[in-house]
């Protein structure tokens, strides 16, 4: 190889591995330009989040929102004031009879499995009306001024399902009624399970008038009746009641023989309100 062949070459060979050497310096750089904005976006990213994490945080709940409600949507078949006054029977009978239920309630569970049949009858039969009214007081927040509860959104949200079932009929009101105090799909007190849709929907399922009905799995799913749930539960909470089921007729307790609690059997109950029809 001459001398000039082999100057040549390696003048080749620098200018090769300059311009390597000037690629991967603009590589390099557009690396770190990458990364850079990479780590922005990250950080606004992340920013983002926390921002719509604390928004969301702030924002108001779904029960919050339905307290603040001012034009309440009341349930058909209803009367009063927003509609939190609940009568179901025949106009003929001369007497009402108030029962004060709590959906979660578990003794309130099984007086409508043990007694809830002789009311139906009763009032199918003309001896007297009743009068429900809901409380709420066993989700235990501050929807209620009742701070025992278990915690959740099961009573109010099975109260707003009463109210759209009530929307549909009183016999659907009766039913699912029912249905949910139900040995079948009644839950524990602590197992919240009233406070899904899903669950009162397939609670629902059970009653005829209710099943497939589009109209009331709707006001369910949208909350129609969340607004009157929380009034009907105020109109509880200053009845003076103080536990659940509480039942009254012409403004006296009707109780069993003991004179403290509700009957929790059928012929209990139906010596009892003997004495309060005729009282």
């Given at each position: 190889?001459?001398a ?40 606004l ?9 604390v ?17 309440v949507?009341?349930?058909k ?39 809830g049949?002789v ?39 099975a ?14 009101f ?26 009162i929907?397939?609670?629902?399922d ?22 009157w ?51």
């Amino acid at each position: 190889m001459s001398a000039r062949n082999s100057k040549a070459n390696k003048a080749a060979a620098r200018e090769r591995l300059r311009e390597e050497r000037e690629r991967q310096a603009k590589r390099d750089k557009m690396r770190r330009q990458i990364t850079v904005g990479l780590s922005v976006l990250a950080v606004l990213g992340l920013a983002g989040g926390i921002g719509y994490a604390v928004v969301q945080a702030n924002k108001p709940s779904a029960w919050e929102a339905a307290k603040d409600v001012k034009d309440v949507k009341a349930p058909k078949n209803t009367s009063g004031e927003n509609g939190t006054t609940v009568v179901i029977g025949k106009p003929t009978a001369k007497k009402t009879l108030q029962v004060f239920e709590d959906s979660r309630c578990p003794v309130c569970a099984v007086f409508e499995q043990q007694v809830g049949p002789v009311i139906e009858k009763d009032v199918e039969a003309g001896k007297y009306k009743i009068q429900y009214v809901g409380a709420t007081f066993l989700d235990g927040d501050a929807m209620s001024e009742n701070k025992v509860g278990s915690f959740g959104e099961g009573s109010k949200n099975a109260l707003s399902a009463l109210g759209a079932a009530l929307d549909v009929s009183p016999d659907a009101f009766m039913k699912f009624k029912s249905a949910m105090y139900s040995a079948k799909f009644h839950p524990e007190e602590s197992k919240d399970e009233l406070a899904e849709d899903s669950y009162i929907l397939k609670i629902a399922d059970a009653v005829p008038e209710l099943k497939d009905n589009k109209d009331f799995e709707k006001n369910v799913k949208e909350g129609t009746f969340d607004a009157w749930a929380l009034r009907m539960s105020e109109t509880f909470d200053k009845s003076g009641v103080k536990g659940t089921p509480t039942l009254k007729m012409d403004g006296k307790p009707v109780t069993d023989a003991g004179g403290k609690n509700a009957p929790m059997t059928a012929p209990e109950f139906t010596q009892a309100i003997e004495k309060a029809l005729k009282g």
